[in-house]
């Protein structure tokens, strides 16, 4: 009886503990010949976010588009670069060289509601100039996840 009460109490304090053992998720963003897929994930705070078959593409981020205060990223050309990102928000990032074709990206770090996609829309459309215009198509498929 001994035992069985102290293997319970084991496993009471393991299952507590479960979710600061449980590694953070890996997401992959695939280059397409012209667009990312999938163009646009969502993503938990902290996850990995891995880019590959970057041959002939980059991931650069956009300035204005990413968090306040989050770390802005740019991809050399063929770089399979790997992101942590841990601020939560709306990430969006461009192929430099394919922007033309619309080669861009969106990122969603951890839960965005209705007015925070609402606000990312009508700063999108205030901020973007020529080609960076091509954001809208995917800022209009954003979705709220709370
Ligand atoms: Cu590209």
Redesign the pocket.
């Known amino acids: 009886m001994q035992i069985k009460y102290k293997l319970i109490k084991i496993l009471a304090v393991a299952v507590f503990l479960l979710p600061n053992f449980v590694t953070a998720a890996e997401h992959v963003i695939k280059?397409g010949p012209?667009a990312f897929e999938p163009p646009i994930i969502y993503i938990a705070e902290g996850d990995k976010v891995m880019f590959s078959k970057m041959v002939?593409?980059?991931s650069v981020s956009i300035d204005g588009m990413i968090p306040e205060g989050a770390t802005a990223w740019a991809g050399k050309l063929g770089e399979n670069i790997n992101l942590t990102l841990e601020k939560p928000g709306i990430y969006a990032y461009v192929?430099v060289?394919?922007i033309g074709?619309g080669?861009l990206g969106i990122i969603v770090v951890g839960d965005i509601n209705a007015d925070e996609v609402a606000a990312y829309k009508q700063h999108a459309i205030d901020t973007l100039e020529g080609p960076y215009r091509r954001l809208l198509g995917l800022v209009n498929k954003l979705k709220a996840t709370k």
């Open positions: 280059a012209r002939s593409h980059n192929c060289p394919h074709f080669m």
